[in-house]
């Protein structure tokens, strides 16, 4: 499987950024997709996950802020975040819930005050 994730930079807060993560060689439409973050010094975390039937699921800091959708067609993967806070600032990496692609080197998301 190789993943493709695009669309960090560099916002200023209450900016947005939307990422797209493309998965090839791999049934995207069949397993549970999740955005992950990790901040310096900080644990990876479970950003927003989506179901293949495409049900959201979001960690309580961004919920509000950021959308999770998918479209199997494609296949590809979005994170829509919007109203970004410095403590976003984060390496972006998507996945399966159960880590079963390759983690890759995500995508840097840096948002300044």
């Known amino acids: 499987v190789h993943v493709v994730i695009t669309g960090g930079g560099l916002v200023q807060a209450g900016g947005s950024l939307r990422l797209s993560c493309a998965a090839s060689?791999?049934?995207?439409?069949?397993?549970?997709i999740g955005w992950y973050r990790q901040a310096p010094g900080q644990a990876r975390e479970l950003v927003a996950h989506?179901?293949?039937?495409?049900?959201?699921t979001y960690a309580d800091s961004v919920t509000g802020r950021f959308t999770i959708s998918r479209d199997n067609a494609k296949p590809t993967v979005y994170l829509q975040m919007n109203s970004l806070k410095p403590e976003d600032t984060a390496i972006y990496y998507c996945?399966?819930?159960?880590?079963?692609?390759?983690w890759g080197q995500g995508t840097q998301v840096t948002v300044s005050s």
């Open positions: 996945n399966t819930i159960t880590y079963s692609w390759p």
């Open positions: 060689g791999s049934t995207l439409s069949s397993p549970t």
């Open positions: 989506i179901s293949a039937l495409g049900v959201p």
